[in-house]
């Protein structure tokens, strides 16, 4: 009797630890990791045409390469011009990479990884906005390269959106794979600092096909998925012209954007690794990977709904 008390309690902790990594699509260490290097003060706060962001740059494409994206025409790196109030960059730059899935169709995923630089003296690290992004970028590219997707998965980081949405406008100007092949953006901009464990998925508002599936998507212990911020009678707590997917959806190509609530760190100073949440991100970015996993699966007609809007 003993034995088989000792068996059933040994296979149900089997079965709970097996739970557990099912559900694990990622490794926080390597994300926050990602993310620190990102915010460092060496990379003085990623502004378009400076030493900082092409440091990213550099650090991105060894990431892309290590978890084993392939390339568009032999590289990840896609320049082009942009001009903002004065300041002209040559040469800004979007990283993107893909991994093959079992239809041409393709998800685009993007999170810009510059941010607003040095003022004043002071570094505006850009922690959550966006290495969070671009930390949650990689964590998707990492578990999709093991877990196989449905769908082409192109993962984009891009350069100029502090300067007016400019790399996902170059990225889309000059995409790599046709528009109409697009099905949905998801757009990941500042994804770990929230304090009621709240992450927002906004868009559904214009596409609702999108509505149910972000409903299925179950919360993890330090986060869950609220949906909003995409009514045009909410004025500034819009968001649908707020980031790069308003490049996307500006073309009538389906968006969802995933993003935290502003807070006192929003383009300030002190927005740093210290300051981002350590239990919350993870969680965050977990989320976004169920998401995609979830399109992968149930596969909904995205193009066909359309959009209600248009712009
Ligand atoms: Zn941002």
């Keep these: 009797m003993k034995r088989h008390l000792t068996f059933v309690f040994l296979l149900i902790c089997t079965l709970q630890l097996s739970a557990l990594a099912q559900k694990r699509v990622l490794d926080p260490q390597v994300l926050l990791r990602d993310v620190q290097i990102l915010s460092a003060d060496s990379m003085a706060g990623r502004l378009s045409g400076t030493e900082g962001n092409r440091m990213a740059q550099e650090y991105i494409e060894k990431r892309f390469s290590e978890i084993g994206l392939q390339t568009y025409n032999n590289s990840y790196r896609h320049t082009f011009r942009l001009e903002s109030r004065g300041l002209v960059v040559e040469e800004a730059v979007n ?162 954007y995933f993003g935290v609530e502003d807070h006192p760190h929003y383009h300030k100073p002190t927005d740093v690794y210290e300051n981002i949440n350590p239990t919350f991100y993870p969680d965050a970015a977990a989320l976004v990977i169920d998401f995609v996993q979830l399109l992968n699966k149930k596969r909904p007609s995205l193009r066909a709904t359309g959009s209600t809007t248009g712009s």
């Excluded at 093959?100 to 002071?122: I, N």
């Excluded at 390269?145 to 082409?152: E, G, H, R, S």
């Design 95 to 256: 990283l993107t990479g893909f991994i093959p899935g079992k239809t041409d169709k393709a998800l685009v995923l993007t999170a810009h990884y510059d941010h607003v630089g040095e003022r004043k003296g002071e570094i505006y690290n850009g922690a959550d906005d966006n290495a969070s992004g671009v930390g949650a970028l990689l964590a998707a590219a990492a578990y999709f390269k093991k877990n196989k997707p449905y769908y082409t998965l192109v993962f984009a980081a891009l350069d100029g959106e502090e300067l007016g949405l400019q790399g996902a406008n170059a990225f889309l100007e000059n995409s790599p794979i046709a528009l109409d092949l697009i099905q949905l953006n998801v757009n990941m901009d500042m994804l770990s600092l929230n304090d009621k464990g709240e992450l927002y998925a906004s868009g559904s508002y214009h596409y609702p096909a999108l509505l149910p599936l972000l409903q299925q998507v179950k919360p993890r212990p330090q986060a869950r998925v609220l949906t909003g911020h995409d009514r045009p009678e909410q004025g500034k707590n819009d968001w649908t012209r707020q980031s790069d997917h308003y490049q996307f959806h500006k073309r009538q190509i389906p968006f969802i």
